[in-house]
Nanobody
Framework: QVRVVESGGGLVQSGGSLRVSCTAS????????MGWYRQAPEKQRELVAR???????NYTDSVKGRFTISRDNAKNTVYLQMNSLKPEDTGVYYC?????????????WGQGTQVTVSS
């Protein structure tokens, strides 16, 4: 059974930095993509950053230049380095791992980790 586990959230002041990590396990296949999403109170979940197994990345506009996503394929682990944090970055950060097997796509989600940026 696939498991996705996040770690590293917390409370930080505006302008500070945090790094969150996520490890996916439970399959012999490589995850095609892993990404971070966030959900602020009373808002929809949104993509923050995503990285493929080949290293291609994409970011939502509001975090470009401040956040960096990276991945260790051997460990099925993805990291999100967040710098110059702003109060609007506050939310629950969820990790998602995408697996494509036999022309089917499977998305697995973690439980989320809280990131709070104080002003």
């Amino acid at each position: 059974q696939v498991r996705v586990v996040e770690s590293g959230g917390g409370l930080v002041q505006s302008g500070g930095s945090l790094r969150v990590s996520c490890t996916a396990s439970g399959t012999i296949f490589d995850f095609n993509a892993m990404g971070w999403y966030r959900q602020a109170p009373e808002k929809q979940r949104e993509l923050v950053a995503r990285i493929t197994s080949g290293g291609s990345t994409n970011y939502t506009d509001s975090v470009k230049g401040r956040f960096t996503i990276s991945r260790d394929n051997a460990k099925n682990t993805v990291y999100l380095q967040m710098n110059s944090l702003k109060p609007e970055d506050t939310g629950v950060y969820y990790c998602a791992a995408t697996l494509k097997v036999a022309r089917r796509t499977y998305d697995y989600w973690g439980q989320g980790t809280q990131v709070t940026v104080s002003s």
